[in-house]
């Protein structure tokens, strides 16, 4: 059986939602009285970060960098279990062979 080369084994998938709203951004909004683009109307968050309007910043960098990564809150003396099922994870791994 040939062995299966993946492009980018390692790095980031097919971003799906992303590559839509970059689509979608040059688009006019249906109904916005003003005849504005979506990315016009993105331009928004960005004037309003300016301002100092601390909501719009977060939602920008968010975007942009991923949210900030939370920690874990609990016992940190505690044990865990994980079960995996071996055919979901070599599926995922490896594809349908």
Do not use: C, W
Not at 3 to 18: E, F, M, Q
Not at 46 to 58: N, V
């Amino acid at each position: 059986m040939a062995k299966r080369i993946l492009p980018n084994p390692r790095g980031r998938g097919p971003r799906p939602i992303t590559e839509a709203y970059a689509k979608l951004a040059h688009k006019k909004v249906p109904g916005d009285p003003k005849g504005r683009t979506y990315a016009e109307i993105a331009e928004g968050q960005y004037t309003a970060a300016g301002k100092g309007k601390t909501e719009a910043a977060r939602e920008i960098a968010d975007r942009l960098e991923g949210k900030a990564v939370q920690p874990v809150v609990g016992d940190t003396t505690a044990s865990m279990s994980v079960t995996l099922n071996i055919e979901v994870v070599r599926k995922k791994l490896f594809g349908d062979d």
